[in-house]
């Protein structure tokens, strides 16, 4: 998916603007970059590193004291190396996008018709967030160059473009992804996450809404294009993507995850000896299914922290594989003889929960039963950049709905709504191929509740296939 940060003080920005950055590593393992303004100079400094092997800290403390100046932007990237500078008659600036490009050759096409040309390919493909940068010089004004980015492009794009006199923020049209705006003293910041306030003495100010356009100084925030009304902001934020300490639209990650828990454990007939989280998106909502339930909470299993990151991350599906099954420890001692009910964030191909449950069960899980944190996955995201976008038959239910109709297109609103004979019938093949005692997801009306946000104001397309442009 993927993250930004950017900040504009009344000092050397350098500080907050890595861990700033930084507090954004969770959206993305591929690249990242960093891009100040020297403002005695009159230049802009730049680095990108691949992160597929290492660490952003790691790749970029020794880099910190090229970055002079009060402003600055930072991206951790799933997609193209970024930032991107640009000169053109709307002057010098610095750009970064977390963006999904669906139109992406139409696009490319029209503008090499127009005499443009691509100079940041990527194994021999155009980066996204130059295309971006070419639409926005369209424009006789940033505003106007943006406005074409959201008429044009199909998924979505936000983004912050670092200019010679401040910090342009632009949220996706339809605010498919947030934008924070944090406030201290002599200092404002944007960002993707707005976990990345807190330790840098940061409050949140605002929250950029739908399609608005806002500019940032040291001295304030001008804005200078009002919010659209219609807002379809991803669900699944809340769900996993989002960090435990962050907030959206003014609802924290952790509290969602524990209403959904909550909600469902009040509810549940299981007769369990504990209640586990799948670290570490699944905690929030497990600690929820525990007080809901008023069962115990153990720690069946523990993720090793210090060297494995997110398991959805990595390009090859057996890298995928080996990272969940390495990075995350079962306890024999919590294990033997009980009946474990586990809380995890979503099922996507099956592949990693089905290897935890045989795991459990060879360390003498008695049975193991799963609650998930959404309704199933039954259509690939097209709007931001989630793994199972790359191919609907990666998904689980894909492949079951197969099986069951011989195409994995056939009567996919009567298996994404809960109730019916075939969604019944598709959780029933998921459980038995995950190898679980049982299995529920949570209803689409139990997440909207506990986000707290009008429904037609979130984005819900995995679910129930709903589309808004």
């Not at 294009?225 to 990650?253: A, D, H």
Request: proline letters at 4%; one cysteine or more; charged letters at 25%.
């Amino acid at each position: 998916m993927g993250g930004f940060f950017g900040t504009i003080q009344r000092k050397e920005c350098r500080v907050d603007l890595f861990y700033g950055t930084d507090y954004n590593s969770h959206l993305g393992t591929k690249r990242a970059g960093l891009a100040t303004y020297d403002e005695v100079l009159h230049l802009f400094n730049r680095k990108i590193h691949n992160l597929e092997s290492s660490y952003f800290r790691s790749k970029f403390e020794p880099d910190l004291d090229m970055f002079n100046g009060s402003q600055g932007i930072g991206v951790i990237s799933d997609t193209d190396p970024q930032p991107i500078m640009i000169n053109s008659h709307l002057g010098k600036f610095a750009i970064v996008t977390v963006a999904k490009i669906n139109n992406m050759a139409k696009l490319e096409k029209e503008l090499i018709s127009e005499n443009k040309h691509f100079a940041e390919l990527t194994s021999g493909a155009t980066n996204q967030t130059e295309l971006v940068a070419l639409l926005i010089t369209r424009g006789k004004t940033f505003v106007e160059g943006i406005e074409e980015v959201y008429r044009c492009i199909e998924g979505s794009c936000s983004m912050l473009i670092l200019t010679e006199n401040g910090i342009i923020a632009a949220r996706d049209k339809l605010g498919r992804t947030p934008i924070v705006v944090g406030k201290k003293e002599g200092a404002w910041a944007v960002s993707s996450e707005s976990t990345a306030f807190h330790n840098l003495g940061y409050d949140i100010d605002s929250y950029v809404g739908p399609g608005e356009i806002i500019h940032l100084t040291s001295d304030g925030v001008t804005q200078l294009r009002k919010p659209e009304k219609k807002m379809q902001i991803c669900s699944f934020l809340w769900v996993y993507y989002g960090f435990p300490t962050s907030c959206y639209e003014g609802r924290n990650v952790e509290d969602v995850r524990f209403a959904c828990g909550e909600a469902m454990g009040k509810c549940d007939n299981s007769c369990v000896d504990c209640v586990c989280g799948i670290p570490d998106s699944g905690t929030g909502m497990a600690l929820g299914y525990a007080e809901g339930k008023n069962v115990p909470y153990h720690r069946a299993i523990s993720k090793y922290t210090p060297t494995w990151p997110r398991s959805f991350t990595p390009g090859r599906q057996e890298m995928r594989d080996l990272v969940a099954k390495m990075k995350l420890i079962p306890n024999p001692a919590m294990v033997q003889g009980k009946k474990l009910l586990f809380c995890d964030d979503s099922i996507v191909r099956g592949t990693q929960l089905r290897n935890h449950a045989q795991n459990l069960k060879k360390y003498g899980a008695k049975e193991i039963h799963m609650r998930i944190a959404c309704p199933p996955l039954v259509y690939g995201c097209k709007y931001i950049g989630f793994s199972a976008s790359k191919s609907d038959m990666e998904l689980i239910t894909r492949r079951i709905i197969n099986d069951f109709e011989g195409s994995p297109d056939a009567k996919l609103d009567l298996y994404a709504k809960a109730g019916t004979p075939e969604y019944e019938r598709m959780v029933e093949e998921i459980r038995k191929r995950l190898d679980l005692t049982s299995l529920k997801f949570t209803s689409i009306e139990t997440l909207v509740e506990a986000i707290g946000i009008p429904k037609e104001q979130i984005c819900t397309h995995c679910f129930d296939g709903s589309s808004y442009y």
